[in-house]
Structures are given as structure tokens and as C-alpha cells.
T-cell receptor
Framework: NAGVTQTPKFRVLKTGQSMTLLCAQD?????MYWYRQDPGMGLRLIHY???????AKGEVPDGYNVSRLKKQNFLLGLESAAPSQTSVYFC??????????????FGAGTRLSVL | GESVGLHLPTLSVQEGDNSIINCAYS??????FIWYKQESGKGPQFIID?????DKRQGQRVTVLLNKTVKHLSLQIAATQPGDSAVYFC???????????????FGQGTILTVHP
């Protein structure tokens, strides 16, 4: 099993450009998440999905959109990139088996620079 | 020690020593806690978790202690090795009323450096 795979690993954008980050998981997890990680700050939730065809806003959703057309994939889109979106983006997934436990499994991250 | 929402502390230890990484949380409604390890350039890796109805849980070389009275969580690593050098995050989950989803709130992390 590959676990959670993110593509691309690195990307440099110019202000105003758009791009899509792809996350794929092969663990048949119901839940998927997109986080951003900035220096000196904890992981912040951008958007999440509790199942195929459903998405919801997290803590910092502005400037991002997501889609979950297939259970194994969760896409994060930046329609018009801004320098403030320079960050490391992590995708995660977890099972829906217990109302309490939420072990999230993370991908290796995408390092995005917006110039 | 680390607090969910504040600055990034550091801990330096010698190889073979035991390490203790601390985490303070503020939400008394949190019912689940989890520790992650993040090596440079990699994604967070699950270490161990604990529910709020427990005080202690042990894994391989790691132990998590939960003190709900003072809202404190700690991760103990026995016989620390150079490969343990990483940033360690704690995260808490607020009780979700019996639903399956509960948002994890992450701390900034503690940098652990193990010297040979």
C-alpha cells in the first residue's frame, strides 16, 4: 500500500496563476483533509470531506476550493494564487469507525511557492 | 512545554536518555488526543493516541500520559535514539456529540534533537 500520495511535491507559481493539488489514498478511508503548515504554526485545516461527493470548510478555507468526486481522491484548487498561499500543504485521510478515534494518515506534502 | 496554539519549544537529549515532551491543552471538552512525529521534509507520522477516559497508554518505547485535571499531555520516549530527532506534535479532538467526525486541533510542535 502506498498510503496517502500527494502530487506534485514542489511547485512555484506566479501571483494570479491557478493550480490543483492532487491527493490519493488507497486505504479506503471515508474522511479526507487538506491542511497547510506555516513556520512556527500548527497544521491548519483548509477543507475536509466526510465522504464521496461531500466537502466542508475548515479553519482557513478562503482562496481554496476542493472536490471529492471519487472516494480515493481529494483535490485542492487555488483559483488565483497569492503570495500568502506560500506554504506546505498536507493531505490526510482517516477511517470512520469510531466516533472518538480519529487517526489521520498524512501524505509527504506539497511545497508551494507563490511569487 | 508545548501548548496548542503557542510557540515552538526545543528539547535536546543525549542518545540513550529518556525524553519527555509536554503539551498543554485548553479545551476541557476534548475527548481524544494524539501524538505525531514529523521528520524534516516529511509528513506527520502517527505515534500513539489516547482517549480521555484513560490516564496512560504505552506503545513501543513510547508512553503517553494524560492529566485531565490540569489539561496536560506528555509523550515519553524511552532510550532515545538519533532517529527520534524530529518535531513532535500533539493534537486534541473535541467531543463530537457521538458523530463520527471530530476536528483535530494541532499544536505547533516541539523540536527534539538527539545527540549521539
Amino acid at each position: 500500500n502506498a498510503g496517502v500520495t500527494q502530487t506534485p511535491k514542489f511547485r512555484v507559481l506566479k501571483t494570479g496563476q491557478s493550480m490543483t493539488l492532487l491527493c490519493a489514498q488507497d486505504m479506503n478511508h471515508e474522511y479526507m483533509y487538506w491542511y497547510r503548515q506555516d513556520p512556527g504554526m500548527g497544521l491548519r485545516l483548509i477543507h475536509y470531506s466526510v465522504g464521496e461527493g461531500t466537502t466542508a470548510k475548515g479553519e482557513v478555507p478562503d482562496g481554496y476550493n476542493v472536490s471529492r468526486l471519487k472516494k480515493q481522491n481529494f483535490l485542492l484548487g487555488l483559483e488565483s494564487a497569492a503570495p500568502s498561499q506560500t506554504s506546505v500543504y498536507f493531505c490526510a485521510s482517516s477511517y470512520r469507525v469510531n466516533p472518538t478515534i480519529n487517526i489521520q494518515y498524512f501524505g509527504a506534502g506539497t511545497r508551494l511557492s507563490v511569487l | 512545554g508545548e501548548s496548542v496554539g503557542l510557540h515552538l519549544p526545543t528539547l535536546s537529549v543525549q542518545e540513550g536518555d529518556n525524553s519527555i515532551i509536554n503539551c498543554a491543552y485548553s479545551n476541557s471538552a476534548s475527548d481524544y488526543f494524539i501524538w505525531y512525529k514529523q521528520e524534516s521534509g516529511k509528513g506527520p507520522q502517527f505515534i500513539i493516541d489516547i482517549r480521555s477516559n484513560m490516564d496512560k497508554r504505552q506503545g513501543q518505547r513510547v508512553t503517553v500520559l494524560l492529566n485531565k485535571t490540569v489539561k496536560h499531555l506528555s509523550l515519553q520516549i524511552a532510550a532515545t535514539q538519533p532517529g527520534d530527532s524530529a518535531v513532535y506534535f500533539c493534537a486534541e479532538k473535541e467531543y463530537a456529540g457521538g458523530t463520527s467526525y471530530g476536528k483535530l486541533t494541532f499544536g505547533q510542535g516541539t523540536i527534539l534533537t538527539v545527540h549521539p
